[in-house]
Protein backbone atom coordinates (compact mmCIF):
# COMPACT_ATOMS: atom_id res chain seq x y z
CA UNK A 1 0.00 0.00 0.00
CA UNK A 2 0.78 3.43 -0.19
CA UNK A 3 3.34 5.35 2.06
CA UNK A 4 3.31 8.94 2.91
CA UNK A 5 6.26 10.69 4.98
CA UNK A 6 5.90 13.79 6.47
CA UNK A 7 8.71 16.17 7.68
CA UNK A 8 9.81 18.02 9.86
CA UNK A 9 7.65 16.53 12.69
CA UNK A 10 8.07 19.79 14.90
CA UNK A 11 8.20 23.42 13.25
CA UNK A 12 8.15 26.91 14.83
CA UNK A 13 8.43 30.16 13.08
CA UNK A 14 8.16 33.70 14.14
CA UNK A 15 4.99 35.37 12.69
CA UNK A 16 5.06 36.83 9.46
CA UNK A 17 7.84 33.98 8.30
CA UNK A 18 6.83 31.32 5.97
CA UNK A 19 6.83 27.79 6.97
CA UNK A 20 7.25 24.77 4.59
CA UNK A 21 6.05 21.07 5.07
CA UNK A 22 7.21 18.43 2.84
CA UNK A 23 5.88 14.93 2.24
CA UNK A 24 6.94 12.04 0.10
CA UNK A 25 5.02 9.71 -1.21
CA UNK A 26 5.59 6.24 -2.85
CA UNK A 27 2.25 4.68 -4.57
CA UNK A 28 3.21 6.13 -8.95
CA UNK A 29 -0.88 5.32 -8.99
CA UNK A 30 -1.76 8.59 -6.34
CA UNK A 31 -2.94 11.06 -7.67
CA UNK A 32 -4.85 13.32 -5.21
CA UNK A 33 -2.93 15.08 -2.50
CA UNK A 34 -4.56 16.98 0.32
CA UNK A 35 -3.64 18.61 3.13
CA UNK A 36 -5.15 19.01 6.58
CA UNK A 37 -5.19 21.07 9.63
CA UNK A 38 -5.97 19.80 12.42
CA UNK A 39 -6.63 22.59 15.55
CA UNK A 40 -6.60 20.98 19.08
CA UNK A 41 -9.38 19.04 20.02
CA UNK A 42 -11.21 18.88 16.43
CA UNK A 43 -11.01 16.84 14.04
CA UNK A 44 -8.86 17.79 10.82
CA UNK A 45 -9.92 20.18 7.77
CA UNK A 46 -9.42 20.06 4.26
CA UNK A 47 -7.31 23.43 3.42
CA UNK A 48 -6.05 22.59 0.18
CA UNK A 49 -5.68 19.48 -2.04
CA UNK A 50 -3.86 19.48 -5.89
CA UNK A 51 -4.03 16.96 -8.21
CA UNK A 52 -1.53 15.30 -10.36
CA UNK A 53 -2.62 17.40 -13.54
CA UNK A 54 -1.21 20.36 -11.61
CA UNK A 55 1.95 21.18 -10.77
CA UNK A 56 1.24 24.10 -8.36
CA UNK A 57 -1.93 25.60 -6.45
CA UNK A 58 -2.17 28.55 -4.57
CA UNK A 59 -5.15 29.81 -2.24
CA UNK A 60 -4.56 33.07 -1.15
CA UNK A 61 -1.38 32.44 1.91
CA UNK A 62 -1.13 28.93 1.48
CA UNK A 63 0.29 26.94 -1.52
CA UNK A 64 0.85 23.56 -2.51
CA UNK A 65 3.13 22.37 -4.94
CA UNK A 66 3.62 18.39 -6.32
CA UNK A 67 6.69 16.62 -8.08
CA UNK A 68 5.00 13.40 -9.56
CA UNK A 69 8.63 12.62 -10.92
CA UNK A 70 9.97 13.06 -7.49
CA UNK A 71 6.93 11.95 -5.70
CA UNK A 72 7.06 14.99 -3.19
CA UNK A 73 4.47 17.66 -2.37
CA UNK A 74 4.82 20.35 0.00
CA UNK A 75 2.81 23.05 1.52
CA UNK A 76 3.80 26.69 2.01
CA UNK A 77 1.81 29.38 4.30
CA UNK A 78 3.21 32.65 3.80
CA UNK A 79 2.82 35.57 6.25
CA UNK A 80 2.40 32.89 9.13
CA UNK A 81 -0.33 34.28 11.90
CA UNK A 82 -0.59 33.03 15.29
CA UNK A 83 -4.06 31.46 14.34
CA UNK A 84 -1.63 29.07 11.39
CA UNK A 85 -0.63 27.20 14.61
CA UNK A 86 -2.19 23.68 14.52
CA UNK A 87 -0.90 20.17 13.46
CA UNK A 88 -1.09 19.46 9.41
CA UNK A 89 -1.25 16.41 7.85
CA UNK A 90 -0.49 15.52 4.08
CA UNK A 91 -2.30 12.38 2.71
CA UNK A 92 -1.89 10.76 -1.18
CA UNK A 93 -5.10 9.06 -2.76
CA UNK A 94 -5.32 6.80 -5.91
CA UNK A 95 -9.04 8.23 -6.10
CA UNK A 96 -9.97 4.66 -6.88
CA UNK A 97 -12.77 2.50 -4.87
CA UNK A 98 -13.21 4.70 -1.86
CA UNK A 99 -10.90 7.05 -1.96
CA UNK A 100 -9.05 6.40 0.93
CA UNK A 101 -6.61 8.18 2.19
CA UNK A 102 -2.86 7.54 3.11
CA UNK A 103 -1.86 10.07 6.08
CA UNK A 104 1.68 11.24 6.65
CA UNK A 105 2.49 11.37 10.58
CA UNK A 106 1.56 15.62 10.76
CA UNK A 107 3.90 18.40 11.72
CA UNK A 108 2.77 20.56 14.82
CA UNK A 109 3.46 24.29 13.13
CA UNK A 110 3.61 26.79 15.90
CA UNK A 111 3.66 30.44 15.21
CA UNK A 112 5.62 32.67 17.31
CA UNK A 113 4.17 36.00 18.50
CA UNK B 1 -26.39 21.00 8.54
CA UNK B 2 -24.25 19.83 11.57
CA UNK B 3 -21.74 17.57 9.35
CA UNK B 4 -20.54 15.05 10.73
CA UNK B 5 -21.43 14.11 14.55
CA UNK B 6 -19.78 11.95 16.81
CA UNK B 7 -20.50 10.18 20.21
CA UNK B 8 -19.62 10.07 22.78
CA UNK B 9 -16.70 12.41 23.21
CA UNK B 10 -14.65 10.60 25.66
CA UNK B 11 -15.16 7.83 27.44
CA UNK B 12 -12.96 5.07 29.53
CA UNK B 13 -13.12 1.18 28.83
CA UNK B 14 -11.96 -1.59 31.07
CA UNK B 15 -10.21 -4.71 28.95
CA UNK B 16 -12.73 -7.14 27.94
CA UNK B 17 -15.67 -4.42 28.10
CA UNK B 18 -17.51 -3.99 24.65
CA UNK B 19 -18.56 -0.51 23.11
CA UNK B 20 -20.17 0.86 20.23
CA UNK B 21 -19.04 4.49 18.80
CA UNK B 22 -21.63 6.40 16.92
CA UNK B 23 -21.31 8.62 13.89
CA UNK B 24 -23.76 10.40 11.90
CA UNK B 25 -23.46 12.72 8.97
CA UNK B 26 -26.33 14.76 7.54
CA UNK B 27 -24.77 15.69 4.22
CA UNK B 28 -26.57 12.91 2.27
CA UNK B 29 -22.89 11.36 1.56
CA UNK B 30 -22.32 7.96 0.05
CA UNK B 31 -18.96 7.65 1.49
CA UNK B 32 -18.06 7.02 5.36
CA UNK B 33 -14.96 5.98 6.94
CA UNK B 34 -13.84 5.16 10.27
CA UNK B 35 -9.75 6.29 11.57
CA UNK B 36 -7.75 5.74 14.35
CA UNK B 37 -5.07 8.47 15.39
CA UNK B 38 -2.62 7.47 18.10
CA UNK B 39 -0.22 9.94 19.56
CA UNK B 40 2.52 11.41 17.00
CA UNK B 41 1.42 9.63 14.30
CA UNK B 42 -1.35 9.90 11.01
CA UNK B 43 -4.98 8.73 10.78
CA UNK B 44 -4.99 5.08 10.01
CA UNK B 45 -7.83 3.64 7.95
CA UNK B 46 -10.00 1.04 10.11
CA UNK B 47 -12.74 0.51 8.14
CA UNK B 48 -15.19 2.24 5.43
CA UNK B 49 -18.19 2.08 3.67
CA UNK B 50 -19.56 3.02 0.03
CA UNK B 51 -23.05 3.11 0.48
CA UNK B 52 -25.55 1.33 3.07
CA UNK B 53 -24.88 -2.08 3.01
CA UNK B 54 -21.87 -2.11 1.95
CA UNK B 55 -18.53 -2.05 4.17
CA UNK B 56 -14.60 -3.04 3.72
CA UNK B 57 -11.84 -3.51 6.12
CA UNK B 58 -8.90 -0.49 6.08
CA UNK B 59 -5.34 -1.11 6.88
CA UNK B 60 -5.74 -1.66 10.96
CA UNK B 61 -9.61 -3.36 10.83
CA UNK B 62 -8.66 -6.08 13.76
CA UNK B 63 -10.67 -5.29 16.76
CA UNK B 64 -13.48 -3.89 15.15
CA UNK B 65 -16.35 -4.30 13.29
CA UNK B 66 -18.76 -2.12 11.71
CA UNK B 67 -22.36 -1.76 9.97
CA UNK B 68 -24.16 0.59 7.59
CA UNK B 69 -28.17 0.27 7.62
CA UNK B 70 -28.51 3.90 6.43
CA UNK B 71 -26.88 6.18 4.45
CA UNK B 72 -26.57 8.50 7.84
CA UNK B 73 -25.35 6.43 10.31
CA UNK B 74 -21.94 4.42 10.07
CA UNK B 75 -21.38 2.86 13.83
CA UNK B 76 -17.88 1.23 14.57
CA UNK B 77 -18.13 -1.70 17.17
CA UNK B 78 -15.29 -2.53 19.73
CA UNK B 79 -16.22 -5.96 20.66
CA UNK B 80 -13.18 -7.37 23.46
CA UNK B 81 -11.49 -3.62 24.17
CA UNK B 82 -7.88 -4.32 24.59
CA UNK B 83 -5.11 -1.35 25.76
CA UNK B 84 -3.59 -1.47 21.95
CA UNK B 85 -7.40 0.31 21.25
CA UNK B 86 -6.61 3.46 23.30
CA UNK B 87 -6.41 6.15 20.75
CA UNK B 88 -8.82 8.28 19.47
CA UNK B 89 -11.05 7.86 16.74
CA UNK B 90 -12.81 10.09 14.04
CA UNK B 91 -15.54 9.19 11.59
CA UNK B 92 -15.36 10.86 8.11
CA UNK B 93 -17.71 10.90 4.89
CA UNK B 94 -16.88 12.44 1.27
CA UNK B 95 -19.94 12.36 -1.53
CA UNK B 96 -17.86 9.98 -4.02
CA UNK B 97 -14.90 8.85 -5.38
CA UNK B 98 -14.20 11.85 -7.23
CA UNK B 99 -15.16 14.57 -5.19
CA UNK B 100 -11.77 14.39 -2.86
CA UNK B 101 -12.76 16.21 0.59
CA UNK B 102 -13.04 14.03 3.03
CA UNK B 103 -14.88 15.71 6.07
CA UNK B 104 -14.06 15.08 9.88
CA UNK B 105 -15.99 14.51 12.93
CA UNK B 106 -14.70 15.78 16.40
CA UNK B 107 -13.52 12.67 17.48
CA UNK B 108 -13.73 10.48 20.34
CA UNK B 109 -11.24 9.67 22.95
CA UNK B 110 -10.93 6.03 23.99
CA UNK B 111 -9.29 5.01 26.99
CA UNK B 112 -8.63 1.34 27.67
CA UNK B 113 -7.11 0.42 31.14
Known amino acids: GENVEQHPSTLSVQEGDSAVIKCTYSDSASNYFPWYKQELGKGPQLIIDIRSNVGEKKDQRIAVTLNKTAKHFSLHITETQPEDSAVYFCAASTQTGANNLFFGTGTRLTVIP | NAGVTQTPKFRILKIGQSMTLQCTQDMNHNYMYWYRQDPGMGLKLIYY???????DKGEVPNGYNVSRSTTEDFPLRLELAAPSQTSVYFC????????????FGPGTRLTVT
Open chain 2, 92 to 103: ASSYSQGAGEQY
Open chain 2, 49 to 55: SVGAGIT
